[in-house]
């Protein structure tokens, strides 16, 4: 084997995607996760948004990045995520009442969802992510002092990031200066990563 040919082979044993594909995203050295870089690149190389504006949930880094239609970064926040780990939702949960839905049922499913911009039941914007599952992006929810979420927000920490019945909850000058004007022209995609499963199980040719 000629050294020209070992080399294309192990460049493609590290990255068979770039190379078919090309192309990477612009995180604009704001910090990311491997998995949260790799996951943008894959989306940005492979066209997989469709030319629409994305947004990435890092559930384990309690992170969310917003980009536009070419992968260049629009903002990063954290995020309030479900109380419980899990990357599924549970059979019929958009229609139970809050009170009826168990703690371990509390969760923020992963996946690729076509969202867009709609309205919660007091009128309020928010970006629908899972329809039927009633899961959204929308900003910080403060009507429970208790809960104390902007504080949990603003922590160092991410083991204080879980609290929410499964929606993702930002703080609202970053709702409102980042996640609603990258939406207000068009649908778009958000990609939940799973917390409990590979990504490469969640998200239809990504390796």
């Known amino acids: 084997m000629s050294v ?5 082979l192990c ?3 590290v990255a068979p995607w770039a190379l078919a594909e090309g192309g990477r995203a612009d995180f604009k050295l704001e910090p990311a996760s491997a998995e949260a870089s790799s996951l943008a690149d894959w989306i940005v190389g492979s066209g997989d948004n469709h030319s629409l504006p994305f947004v990435i949930v890092d559930k384990r880094g309690a992170k969310v990045f917003v980009f536009d239609v070419d992968g260049s970064l629009r903002g990063a926040s ?3 995520l479900g109380q419980s780990s899990g990357d599924d939702s549970a059979p019929g949960i958009g229609t139970r009442k809050l009170a009826d839905i168990k703690p371990e049922e509390r969760t923020t499913p992963a996946g690729r969802f076509v969202a867009s911009l709609g309205h919660n039941l007091h009128g309020g914007e928010i970006l629908w992510v899972d329809y039927d599952a009633a899961i959204s ?4 929810v403060t ?3 208790r809960e104390q979420r902007l504080q949990r927000l603003a922590s160092a920490t991410i083991s204080d990031n ?11 000058k970053f709702y409102q200066a980042v996640v609603s004007p990258a939406f207000r022209q068009s649908d778009g995609i958000v990609y939940i990563l799973p917390e409990t499963r590979p990504a490469s199980a ?3 040719g990504y390796r």
């Open 11 to 13: 460049a493609l044993a």
């Open 162 to 172: 879980r609290i929410s019945y499964g929606c993702i909850n930002v703080p609202l």
């Open 4 to 8: 020209k040919w070992w080399l294309a």
């Open 202 to 204: 969640v998200f239809a």
């Open 143 to 145: 009507s429970n002092p």
């Open 137 to 140: 992006l929308h900003p910080v």
């Open 78 to 80: 954290a995020a309030l």
